[in-house]
């Protein structure tokens, strides 16, 4: 009886997806706002994409409002110029116009049912071409096309690769007694529930080949740590042991995780196989050892603990010595979060009664607090290092906010009916060439 | 009554077609029992992106004796507040600890789940650890007055289920606290 029906939804929700794709703009489930943008942003025009007008404006606008979005462009108006990647363009009036660069491009039937999207980036200024690229696509990967040309631009004119392609997952409270842990694509769009529970869910993390998430789940009347495979929706319990089972964080080789759990007496740091096997305890403080989180390396743990009388971030080796402190200024450093290149450490810091984003360069000390709110929690780098991530508050309502390592580009995420909580932004997409 | 609650549940998942399994309703043993649970669910292959939607279950609850839930009975208390940033228990809850740690001596068949709460401010994960800083402080003491170490489990709920979601000293009170749970309430 259950097996008809869950063929039917699914075909029902392809149905959905393809309708929900073709109609443009597409619904949005995360509105973006973007509420800083960098200091020097590069002049940046996009014509408008050539080719059947539907899938054309649709691409186009996916390419711009990502560029736009990362607060890195002044995006330049093509004022509804024709112009594709084929087309020579006329240099001198786009200089006129302001630009540096200049992007062009076109979605034609490739013959076998699916389009092709190109795109050449000019460089405005020694007139020449900077980059092209083409990507075959279906028209329900329309979306994912634009995201790979923003991302193909962005690194040419940035020099770092663009994260329009991740994913980001995050936690919506619709209301008492619902929580759902959504999936969206890195622009809000897209956004599908990967689990539904009358309980809470906290600490998603991504495994980092961004197939599975680990998550605490609250749905057996206490904290249980699942891994949970986002395509088959197969969950596998990593840590049910007696008391509290929390804070998952992956090794970066993805086969372990490194958890919290209270089964020995405390919160003390423990490793653990992906699969729940071979549990071995790594942290021996007293008191509070929690919200661990591996360097790039593998090398190292990061944590927070009480062991020094108020709540610091301290550093230890994966073989469970060499114990160091990381944060010494104020009386409340949590969540130690490092970045991909392992230089910097993004936390929360409570600074006059409010919990801000900080970031350590992790060479000087040197700390910067990158906010000005009050309620910044659960911070996660993007995979280039350039953004990060946070659940804050405004106006009583839980909404993420990205904000970049330099504190200038700030962007708002927002969810019209309900608090988001518990970002966490995936890897970098594998891409099948 | 309980035949249509369990209909219910059987209609629900069908509907949602992913119940997870595993959902035992009694505290799990000093170590994980046996393999870890695979549980599956969503319609894999659906949507764009991929992501299957999976519904997490719940859990049964059963018919406690009066004592337990009769107003006039102290042991129909359940909750101990804490201070800001303490994890003692107050004097004012001895004769409640006191109470349950009794009734779980003469009582051997039940089993109790502790579970620790703190106010909202801060880390989720740290107060995940300083609410089980709270359930142990109360497990310690029940301990100590006569509840077997197997009867007793504590675990942390952390700021996730406020009593009280205003965001003032006195809500803040409510919510820091730990919760007396028997076997069928949890």
């Known amino acids: ?102 992007a062009a491009g076109s979605i034609s039937a490739s013959g076998d049912g699916r389009q092709e999207a190109r795109f050449r980036l000019f460089d405005v200024n020694k007139q020449g071409v900077l980059a092209g690229s083409a990507f075959v696509t279906s028209t329900p990967m329309l979306r994912a096309a634009g995201h790979r040309i923003a991302d193909a631009i962005y690194e040419k004119l940035i020099g770092e690769p663009g994260v329009f392609s991740t994913r980001i997952a995050y ?227 839980g909404v993420l906010s990205a904000v970049s390592v330099d504190g200038r580009v700030k962007q708002r995420l927002s969810v019209s009916a309900g608090d988001v909580r518990e970002p966490a932004w995936g890897p970098f997409a594998r891409q099948a060439k | 009554m309980k035949q249509k609650q369990t209909k219910f549940r059987v209609f629900f998942a069908a509907i949602f077609a992913a119940l997870i399994a595993g959902c035992s309703s009694t505290p799990s043993g000093p170590e994980q029992e046996g393999a870890p649970v695979e549980s599956r669910g969503g319609t894999p292959g659906s949507g764009v992106a991929g992501v299957a939607t999976v519904t997490a279950g719940g859990v049964d609850s059963r018919g406690l004796p009066a004592v337990l839930t009769d107003a006039k009975s102290i042991l129909s208390k359940r909750s101990v507040y804490f201070d800001y940033d303490s994890f003692e228990v107050k004097a004012e809850y001895k004769d409640l600890v006191t109470a349950h740690a009794k009734f779980l001596a003469d009582n051997r068949q039940f089993k109790m789940l502790i579970q620790g709460n703190t106010d909202e401010r801060g880390s989720r994960e740290y107060n995940l650890a300083l609410g089980q800083k709270r359930a142990d402080a109360i497990k310690k003491m029940l301990a100590l007055l006569g509840a077997r170490e197997e009867q007793l489990e504590s675990v942390s709920l952390g700021e996730e289920k406020p009593k009280n979601e205003g965001q003032n000293e006195a809500a803040w009170a409510e919510n820091r606290r730990g919760d007396m749970l028997y076997t069928g309430e949890f």
């Open chain 1, 1 to 102: 009886m259950l097996r008809p029906l869950l063929n039917l939804c699914g075909l029902s929700l392809i149905a959905f997806g393809l309708l929900a794709l073709l109609q443009t703009p597409a619904r949005a489930e995360l509105t973006i706002e973007i509420t800083g943008a960098g200091a020097n942003r590069i002049p940046l025009a996009i014509a408008d994409f050539g080719g059947e007008p539907g899938l054309s404006r649709a691409i186009t606008s996916v390419v711009r409002g990502d560029l736009e979005r990362s607060g890195l462009f002044k995006m330049i108006d093509s004022g509804g110029a024709a112009l594709t990647e084929a087309s020579a363009p006329i240099y001198g009036d786009w200089k006129a116009r302001g630009a540096d660069a200049l």
């Open chain 1, 171 to 397: 936690v919506v409270r619709g209301g008492a007694g619902r929580y759902e842990l959504q999936i969206a694509d890195a622009d809000g769009q897209n956004a599908q529930a990967a689990l539904i529970s009358r309980e809470p869910i906290i600490s998603p993390t991504w495994s980092p080949d961004g197939s599975r998430l680990a998550y605490v789940s609250f749905e057996n009347k206490k904290p249980v740590i699942f891994v949970h495979s986002l395509a088959t929706g197969r969950r596998v319990v990593v840590a049910n042991f007696k008391g509290s089972n929390s804070a998952p964080a992956w090794s970066p080789d993805g086969n372990k995780l490194a958890v919290v759990l209270s089964k020995d007496g405390g919160s003390q740091i423990f490793t653990v196989n992906a699969d729940g096997s071979g549990v071995r305890r790594l942290t021996t403080s007293s008191g509070i050892s929690t919200e661990p989180c591996f360097s790039p390396d593998g090398q190292f743990l990061y944590f927070t603990s009480d062991q020094g009388g108020s709540p610091q971030i301290y550093r230890i080796g994966v073989n469970g010595n060499d114990t160091q402190r990381v944060t010494f200024d104020g009386t409340y450093n949590v969540t130690p979060r490092i970045s991909p290149d392992g230089r910097s450490m993004a936390f929360i810091s409570r600074r006059d009664g409010s919990f801000r984003l900080a970031a350590m360069d992790l060479s000087s000390k040197q700390v910067q607090i990158l906010t000005d709110s009050h309620k910044d929690e659960s911070p996660s780098f993007a995979p280039n290092g350039r953004m990060i991530l946070i659940a804050t508050e405004m106006g009583g309502r």
